[in-house]
């Protein structure tokens, strides 16, 4: 027989095949994801590809038509029905004629499924561990006592490929009423989530059910995220966020702790907490994205090791000190209903692996998401709360560790420090000359000192300095001189400027006089000091440990590192030496890393994976963690160069 050569894009996967072959068996032989619920009887739209040419017009082929047969029947019912777009091909009806690339689109939109916003422009790769799976069934006969479930699930293994399949308990009172409901043509939800174990038949349908649904969740200590996808198009639906109620039981994470070991009620407490607000949340996807609740099949959920404990109702006091043991650390499944979060009665969880004690699933995404296993060059990822959760490495080798940053870097602590809201002060300059202030406001577009700053905060007013704008008031401060490399405020500024002034026996800034007065205080700069020599070190740590004496990107992950500036970050020496443009941040990557593993099983296993072979590193225990940190405390460090910061 004739053979075609058929590439596949974006993934470039490529094979040859025998002309007539359908393009769905050749992406399928190729390992190329393309979606199908239908099984290939031209209804459920799912499989559409994009042919395009000219790329092997050398080989004789040009016109679009040439190298792909004419609409077939099923094609011309599809497209007459339904609108297929132009240049759109639907890959199990349409077959190969000759040399083709074949583009598999990532918005293959079948329902009229409002899209509200787009999360992440990322394009993830699909291959969700839940199929949707049309199938018809043989009707039952007296004279072969096979049980219409045995039959369903022998159409399932002929026509899906799904050997030996399990099936989710509560199915097996409906499923004689479905079948028939359906005349025999029934939609499986399979979830087979490795490609070893056994696929369970989660759900069941009368007819074709052309619609499933995920939900990824990063369990933050302050705030938690949601995203709601569809898990037969790579496209988010809807997406929401609320602080975390465990708020009230404590602020950081050893506070949850202590509440813990002080309050029998305590661990409940906050797991009914937690798992309330994810309930409203999953109302929230819903009703934003026109979702039924047990339309949602599948759910990815990664946090910290604490929120994660909490999360499963496991109780975290082991976590509140050495050796830190985690009671599971490999990934976590689950059904949702045993966690107290009604969807589907078939509904899958799936939690990442922890990488250690004190660096969660929610570092395992973000290192997920960014990928420094991935690649050639030295990566360094931290999500910096009131623990810095640190991942350094690339793909020969990755180390991890968290430092106890403390919740300076929040606001906390600080005298006139606040959660980053509007009213809060965000960015600081000062004139190395006058020593005069000038800042903006979160809610605002001008500088303090412009036009139209009074009329602007009118509305909030000036409430506190927030996170970001801490580090740049403290580096603007050594900048312009007011304070030494060992963050000692300078006293002998107090007579050429009003701004620096005597309280008790140090000195202060004032950085804004009014309601409220802000002011610098010599404690602010230690409690600073001492969150970014704790960053620091812990950084150096696994430096030493990998030998290195730099790396050659940085990313921030997480709230904070999307407001601060990387040049100041670096003048006060948080992070080491790297080129400024190499100086990321990257957002919620914990929350991109779960909708990765939501959307595409072999994520999943790329990042166990890669969590075995993490070392990890417990920063308490170095000998050495004192002295960098002790190097550290100065700006930006007493030994370490800086050179890239000259530039
Ligand atoms: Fe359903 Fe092609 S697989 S239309």
């Known amino acids: 027989a004739r053979e075609a050569l058929v590439l596949f894009m974006p993934s470039g996967k490529r094979g040859r095949f025998a002309v007539g072959t359908p393009i769905l068996d050749a992406a399928r032989t190729l390992g190329v994801y393309v979606e199908s619920v239908c099984g290939g009887r031209g209804i459920c739209g799912r499989c559409q590809v994009e042919v395009q040419e000219g790329r092997f017009a050398k080989h004789g082929i040009t016109s679009s038509n040439d190298h792909i047969s004419e609409f077939g029947a099923k094609e011309q019912r599809y497209a007459e029905k339904r609108d297929l777009k132009q240049g759109r091909r639907l890959s199990c009806s349409a077959t190969i004629l000759g040399d083709l690339v074949v583009d598999v689109p990532q918005d293959v939109q079948v329902n009229a499924q409002v899209v509200r916003k787009e999360v992440d422009t990322r394009v993830i790769e699909r291959n969700p561990a839940i199929r949707m799976c049309y ?231 973000a290192t997920l998401a960014e990928g420094p296993h991935r690649q050639e060059e030295m990566m360094l990822l931290v999500d910096v709360g009131t623990n810095a959760e640190i991942v350094l490495g690339n793909r020969h080798r990755t180390v991890a560790a968290s430092s106890p940053t403390g919740p300076a870097f929040e606001g906390a602590e600080i005298s006139g420090g606040q959660r980053a809201a509007p009213g809060a002060i965000e960015r600081v300059r000062i004139d190395p000359v006058t020593l005069e202030p000038r800042f903006r406001v979160i809610g605002t577009e001008q500088w303090s000192d412009e036009p139209g700053f009074d009329d602007a905060v009118a509305a909030s007013g000036i409430t506190g300095i927030c996170g970001s704008a801490i580090i740049e008031v403290v580096a603007e401060m050594y900048l312009s001189g007011i304070i030494s490399e060992d963050g000692v405020i300078d006293g002998n500024l107090a007579a050429k400027s009003p701004r620096v002034m005597a309280t008790g026996r140090t000195f202060s800034y004032l950085l804004h006089e009014g309601m409220p007065t802000i002011t610098i205080t010599q404690t602010d700069v230690r409690a600073i000091q001492l969150a970014k020599a704790a960053l620091y070190a812990g950084v150096k740590l696994l430096m030493d440990k990998l030998g290195i004496d730099h790396v050659d990107q940085i990313r921030f992950a997480g709230a904070f590192g999307s407001f601060i500036d990387p040049k100041y970050a670096m003048v006060l020496g948080l992070i080491p030496d790297c080129d400024l443009d190499k100086v990321q941040a990257v957002g919620n990557a914990a929350g991109t890393g779960a909708r990765m593993a939501l959307l595409n099983r072999n994520y999943r296993r790329e990042i166990e994976d890669t969590v075995t072979r993490i070392e990890k590193i417990e920063t308490a225990l170095e000998p050495k963690f004192q002295e960098h940190f002790v190097y550290a405390m100065a700006m930006p460090n007493k030994v370490d160069p800086f050179p890239k910061l000259s530039k």
């Open 135 to 365: 199938v018809e069934v043989e009707e039952p006969d007296m004279h072969k006592p096979l049980g219409d479930l045995d039959r369903l699930k022998a159409a399932l293994e002929k026509e899906w490929g799904f050997h030996n399949i399990d099936v989710d308990t509560y199915l097996l009172a409906d499923v004689q009423k479905i079948l028939r409901k359906g005349e025999w043509g029934v939609t499986a939800a399979i979830h087979h989530d490795e490609e070893t174990s056994r696929p369970t038949m989660i759900g069941l349908w009368p007819g074709l059910k052309n619609e499933a649904y995920g939900i990824a969740c990063d369990i933050g200590s302050t705030t938690i995220a949601m995203h709601l996808s569809s898990l037969l198009s790579v496209r988010t639906i809807a997406s929401a966020g609320t602080s975390n109620p465990q708020i009230r039981f404590g602020e950081d994470l050893m506070s949850r702790v202590s509440y813990v070991m002080m309050n029998p009620d305590g661990r409940e407490g906050m797991t009914t907490a937690v798992r309330g607000a994810i309930n409203e949340l999953i109302d929230r996807v819903c009703a934003e994205g026109g979702v039924a609740r047990e339309d949602i099949l599948d759910a990815v959920f990664v946090g910290n090791p604490i929120m994660h404990h909490l999360f499963l109702g496991i109780d975290p006091t082991e976590l509140g000190g050495a050796p830190f043991a985690l009671a599971v650390s490999g990934a976590v499944h689950l059904k949702s209903s045993d966690i107290g979060l009604p969807m589907n009665p078939g509904t899958r969880v799936y939690m990442l692996p922890c990488i250690a004690g004190h660096v969660g699933a929610d570092a395992a995404a």
